[in-house]
C-alpha cells in the first residue's frame, strides 16, 4: 500500500520535482555568475566591504523561491485528488486517512528538503570560492528563515486545496499569511538570530493543519 | 482525535497571525508621530532654546527660549550662531567675537564636533571583517587595503582577489600584538572601515583579558599599543572617532550606562557627567562647540539636556517629557481589544523579533467582552454544545478577540 501511493504521488509530481531542481541549480548558476561579474568588474576588497557593512545579500534572489516551488507542489499533488472528489476513494481502503495524508504531505515536505540542501549545498560552494567563510556561514543562516516559509507554505497550500469549502480556503490563506510573511522581514544577514527558534517551533504546528481538512473531506462538510 | 487538534494547531496559528495582523492595522490608523521639542543651547542668551512644530498648525513651528519668550526663525537663529553660521553669515550678523573668542565659519567648522550613539548601534548584527588602513600614508587619501582582517585565535588578513590568509602580513601582526601580551580570541574591535574619513586611527581592540589595545598600521609596520584604561569597566561599546580636533580618540559605553572619552592624551579617561543615560532605551547626541559641550539624551517619554565647558564641567541641565505612547489613549484601547500584540520589528533594534508583549489588566475587559460574545454565537447562533469543545473557550480565554475569531470561524465538526 505505501508503494503504491509512492507511485501515484511520483506520477503526480515529477514534472514539478524535475522542473524545480532544474529552476534551483539554475538560480544558483545565476548568483554565482553575478557574484563573478562583481568581482570582475569591481576591486575585489570593495565588493567584500559591500556586503559585510552594507549587509546586501548577494542571493536575495532566493528570498521566494522556497515558497514558490512549495506552493505548485502542494496544487500539482493535490488539486488531482480534489477532481470529483477522487481523494474521497482513499477512503474506502484498508488504511487510515491520517497515515496516507502525512505519507504524501512528507513525500511533498521531503521534495522540499531537497531543494532547501540544494540552495545550501549551492550557497556552500559559492561561498567557499568567493568569500571568507564568515560571509558564507551567515548565507547559510539568513536563508534559513525562507527555507522555513518553504515547508509552511507547503503544508498551507496543501489544507487550502484539501479542504472542500471555499469559505475555509480564503480563511486559511488569509488568516495563515501573516505567519508566513513574518519570515520574509529579513534586511540583511544574521536579523532572525534570536527569533528563528520560536519561528521554527510555531512552524511546528503547520505539521499537522492538513489532517482537519482532509477530516472535513471524509465527513463531506460543507460549512 | 487527529482531526480535532489538527483543528486546534489551525487556530493556534490564525490566532497567532491574527495577532500580527489586527494590531498593525490598528496601529496604521492611530499610530501618531512623536513631536519632539529641538533643545539647543544659546550661547547669546546663556540659556536652553527650543523649536517645536504646532500641534494645531503641523506645518509651522514655534521658536522659544527656556523663559518663554518667543521669537521668529531669524531672531531664533541668531541666538545660535554655532548651529546656524552659515545663514548669520548670509544675513550679516554673525557676530565678530562670543565670549571674548573671535568667532568666523572656519574656526567654528574647526572646533566642532557631533557624534551620535543610537540605541539600535547596541543591537545590529556585523560581521567582524575589516579593512586596516596606512593610516601615515604618502598621499593624501586614504586608500582601501587589499585585505580585510579578523581575529579569532590569531589575527589572520584576507586576500580579497585570492580568498586566501596573507601569512607573511598575519605573521607580523601576530607577532607585535603578542609582543605586548595581546591574548586572543578579540572580544570586541572598534573602528571606522572607511575611506570617507579624514585620517584614520586603527582600531581598538579588546582582548580576552579585557585589556583595550590600540592597533593600527604605520608606514606599513603594526602599531600597538596596551592601553592603561582600566579592565573592570565592562565595556559594551566604543566609537572611534577620526576628528581633527584630535581631542578624545573613542567614546565609550559601559554596561553600567557610564560614558567615557579616550583622550589622546596617553589614553587617559574622561568620564562624561550623564547621569541615567540608558543605552538600550536612549538615543544620544553629543554636540561640541567652541565653547559648549552639549549632550542630549532622549527615551520614547522623556529627553536631558546637559551643558558643560571645555572640561566636562556642568553649567546647565534640561529636562522635559512626554505622555508616552503606552500611555496613549489608544494605547489603553488596544490593550483592551488586544490581550498581546506580537512584535516583529522595533526601532531599537535591526533584528527581527517575536515578542509577545502582553496588555496587562486593561485586556480582561476584551477577554470577557470576546468569551461572552462566543458563547452567545456558539449556543444561539450555531447551536453547539458547549461542553463538547470546551478547549475552544479556553483558547478565547487566553488570546480574546484573537482565539474568538477563529474559534467562531474555523467550526468544530461532529467529530468520530
Not at chain 2, 486546534?8 to 497567532?16: D, Q, R, W
Not at chain 2, 512623536?34 to 544659546?42: A, G
Not at chain 2, 601576530?174 to 572601515?193: H, L, R, W
Amino acid at each position: 500500500m505505501f508503494k503504491a501511493i509512492l507511485y501515484k504521488e511520483w506520477l503526480k509530481i515529477r514534472w514539478v520535482v524535475l522542473g524545480s531542481i532544474l529552476a534551483v541549480l539554475g538560480f544558483l548558476v545565476y548568483i554565482g555568475l553575478n557574484v563573478r561579474q562583481y568581482f570582475e568588474m569591481n576591486d575585489p576588497i570593495n565588493v567584500w566591504i559591500f556586503f559585510v557593512q552594507q549587509k546586501v545579500l548577494y542571493y536575495s534572489i532566493l528570498k521566494y523561491i522556497p515558497v514558490f516551488i512549495a506552493i505548485i507542489l502542494a496544487v500539482v499533488q493535490f488539486v488531482p485528488e480534489m477532481v470529483k472528489k477522487r481523494y474521497r476513494l482513499t477512503f474506502h481502503l484498508p488504511f487510515s486517512e491520517t497515515k496516507s495524508l502525512f505519507i504524501m504531505s512528507f513525500i511533498g515536505m521531503g521534495h522540499i528538503l531537497l531543494v532547501s540542501v540544494i540552495l545550501l549545498l549551492g550557497l556552500t560552494i559559492i561561498g567557499s570560492i568567493y568569500f571568507p567563510v564568515e560571509l558564507t556561514a551567515s548565507s547559510l543562516v539568513s536563508v534559513l528563515p525562507w527555507l522555513l516559509a518553504g515547508f509552511a507554505s507547503y503544508l498551507t497550500t496543501s489544507a487550502v486545496v484539501l479542504d472542500p469549502s471555499w469559505k475555509y480556503r480564503v480563511l486559511f490563506v488569509l488568516f495563515l499569511t501573516p505567519f508566513i510573511q513574518s519570515l520574509f522581514l529579513e534586511q540583511g544577514y544574521y536579523e532572525y538570530k534570536y527569533s528563528i527558534v520560536f519561528f521554527f517551533l510555531i512552524s511546528l504546528l503547520f505539521g499537522i493543519i492538513i489532517l482537519f481538512p482532509g477530516y472535513r473531506l471524509r465527513k463531506g462538510s460543507v460549512k | 482525535m487527529n482531526a480535532k487538534l489538527s483543528r486546534y494547531s489551525i487556530i493556534i496559528l490564525i490566532t497567532i497571525s491574527l495577532s500580527i495582523l489586527l494590531p498593525n492595522l490598528y496601529w496604521m490608523i492611530f499610530d501618531k508621530p512623536l513631536r519632539t521639542p529641538q533643545i539647543s543651547y544659546s550661547p547669546i542668551i546663556k540659556d536652553f532654546v527650543y523649536s517645536q512644530t504646532n500641534d494645531n498648525n503641523r506645518d509651522e513651528k514655534t521658536y522659544r527660549d527656556n523663559q518663554g519668550n518667543s521669537y521668529d526663525r531669524k531672531s531664533y537663529e541668531a541666538l545660535l550662531p554655532f548651529s546656524f553660521y552659515y545663514n548669520l553669515d548670509k544675513w550679516g550678523i554673525l557676530p565678530d567675537s562670543i565670549d571674548g573668542i573671535p568667532v568666523n565659519i572656519s574656526y567654528i567648522r574647526r572646533n566642532s564636533q557631533f557624534v551620535r550613539i543610537r540605541s539600535v548601534y547596541f543591537h545590529t548584527p556585523m560581521i567582524q571583517l575589516n579593512p586596516l588602513f596606512e593610516s601615515q600614508s604618502d598621499f593624501t587619501r586614504l586608500e582601501m587595503p587589499n585585505e580585510l582582517f579578523r581575529i579569532s585565535d590569531k589575527l589572520e588578513f584576507l586576500n580579497a582577489r585570492s580568498n586566501s590568509v596573507v601569512d607573511s602580513l598575519s605573521e607580523l601582526y601576530n607577532q607585535a600584538m603578542t609582543e605586548q601580551e595581546f591574548q586572543f580570541p578579540a572580544k570586541y574591535i572598534a573602528g571606522n572601515p572607511t575611506t570617507r574619513k579624514a585620517f584614520d586611527e586603527g582600531y581598538f581592540i579588546i582582548d580576552a583579558t579585557n585589556t583595550v589595545f590600540h592597533l593600527k598600521q604605520i608606514k606599513g609596520k603594526p602599531y600597538c599599543v596596551r592601553t592603561n584604561i582600566p579592565t573592570d569597566l565592562n565595556i559594551r561599546y566604543i566609537t572611534v572617532q577620526e576628528n581633527s580636533r584630535r581631542e578624545f580618540y573613542a567614546i565609550m559605553v559601559t554596561l553600567e550606562n557610564d560614558l567615557y572619552l579616550i583622550s589622546y592624551d596617553d589614553y587617559k579617561l574622561i568620564r562624561l557627567p550623564i547621569d541615567d543615560f540608558i543605552a538600550d532605551e536612549m538615543d544620544l547626541m553629543f554636540y561640541i562647540d567652541p565653547i559648549y559641550r552639549t549632550f542630549k539624551y532622549y527615551s520614547d517619554k522623556e529627553l536631558k539636556c546637559i551643558v558643560t565647558d571645555h572640561d566636562y564641567n556642568v553649567i546647565d541641565t534640561y529636562q522635559t517629557s512626554w505622555t508616552p505612547k503606552t500611555e496613549w489613549v489608544s494605547s489603553k484601547i488596544a490593550a483592551s481589544i488586544f490581550p498581546f500584540q506580537a512584535e516583529r520589528e522595533n526601532a531599537r533594534t535591526d533584528y527581527i523579533l517575536f515578542n509577545l508583549k502582553f496588555s496587562g489588566w486593561l485586556a480582561l475587559i476584551g477577554i470577557f467582552l470576546a468569551l461572552g460574545i462566543t458563547i452567545f454565537v456558539k449556543v444561539r447562533i450555531h447551536g453547539e454544545n458547549l461542553k463538547e469543545n470546551w478547549f475552544d473557550l479556553l483558547i478565547v480565554a487566553v488570546t480574546g478577540l484573537y482565539g474568538a475569531l477563529a474559534v467562531l470561524l474555523i467550526r468544530p465538526e461532529p467529530w468520530d
